[in-house]
């Protein structure tokens, strides 16, 4: 059975893992990772008669999986779900951060770009979730561009909760390890009373029982992904002030 995920290279963002629902590839084959182009022209047919767009996750990984082989990426979360799930109903971005450095926000954006152009992504329906290092780096993208959203799920990560206001039309759902002894479960607690101080849209779920691992459980219960379908981003609104 071929890998439900292919590999992405990308020069300008990062290299990721691609899923499609329902097991779709774009063609190939020759062992050669396809780059952006060659994935959208494996679509492009597709997109033409379905025009169908579809609701998609971006997932960033911790830092035991950094590197240069993605094949590391699958070894938790949602990259992880998808393998064993040809039926998973969203498209799923699944980048590698490089060995020894940590999630970039501007090359994450860079990289939603090319995602949004690429593939028949809703807009409206983008998903960011993270665990450990990925959840500090969901917190700190979603603090910089919230509009790019329909909703996020950190996992066992921390923010800035001075940014916490530019979260506060964003619904967020974060978790963690009560008996977390790698990132204190206070980091995920600041950010929650953060945005319950701005009156923001949020829901936390501490596991009384969990360590470091908050993440298996999430990904595992169906209910994430019913929460992410029942919202969609919120159109931008100007204030004077």
Sequence with gaps: MPPLQRQVTSSDSYNYLLFLPGGVHPDGGDGVPPTVGDVY???????????????????????????????NVKRHGVAKIVEQQSDFPF???SPQCPQGEYWNVKRLGTLLDEVIASYPVDP???????LSMGGYG???????????????????????????????????????????????????????????????????????????????????NPELYEWFLRHQRQKAVNKSS
């Design 91 to 93: 498209i799923v971005i």
């Design 124 to 130: 409206n329906r983008v998903y960011l979730t993270g």
């Design 138 to 220: 969901t917190w700190h993208l979603a603090a910089v561009q919230p509009e790019r959203f329909a909703a996020i799920a950190p996992i066992c990560g921390g923010g800035n909760p001075q940014a916490a206001r530019k979260l506060k039309n964003l619904p967020v759902w974060a978790f963690h390890g009560a008996k977390d002894n790698v990132v204190p479960l206070s980091e995920s607690e600041i950010m929650v009373s953060a945005l319950k101080a701005c009156d923001g849209n949020v829901k936390f779920t501490v596991y009384p029982e969990a360590n470091h691992d908050s993440w298996t459980q999430t990904y595992n």
């Design 41 to 71: 022209d494996g679509l492009r047919l597709r997109n033409e008669t379905q025009e169908l767009l579809l609701p998609t996750i971006l997932f960033l990984h911790g830092a035991g999986e950094r590197g240069s082989n993605l094949d």
